[in-house]
């Protein structure tokens, strides 16, 4: 059974820091999978905020770009997200999710909260 585990969620001011990261138990080759972070605020859609494909190119959405940076490591089945000049609006649950093929696979999430 595949789990999506996240973690390094928590409250920090706007400005600040935060990583979180999400570890992979029941992918039997985790580098086939695209590695993917999304975040959902209260009353509004699952939008994507960066994505690493298999070949390690990565992609983000506009909002964050600059000041966020995902990573993977493949032999601890591992993606980070590394959260830097932190704003009150990157306030949401933050999920992980991991794709191949027909294969989506979801994280139960982790909150980010940014005070001003």
């Known amino acids: 059974q595949v789990q999506l585990v996240e973690s390094g969620g928590g409250l920090v001011q706007a400005g600040g820091s935060l990583r979180i990261s999400c570890a992979a138990s029941?992918?039997?080759?985790?580098?086939?999978?695209?590695m993917n972070w999304y975040r959902q605020a209260p009353g509004k859609q699952r939008e994507l905020v960066a994505a690493?494909?298999?070949?390690?190119?990565?992609n983000y959405a506009d909002s964050v770009k600059g000041r966020f940076t995902i990573s993977r490591d493949n032999a601890k089945k591992t993606v980070d997200l590394q959260m830097n000049s932190l704003k009150p609006e990157d306030t949401a649950v933050y999920y992980c999710?991991?794709?191949?093929?027909?294969?989506?696979?979801w994280g139960q999430g982790t909150q980010v909260t940014v005070s001003s």
């Open positions: 029941g992918i039997n080759i985790f580098s086939i999978y695209a």
């Open positions: 999710n991991a794709q191949f093929s027909a294969q989506n696979y």
């Open positions: 690493i494909t298999r070949c390690g190119t990565t």
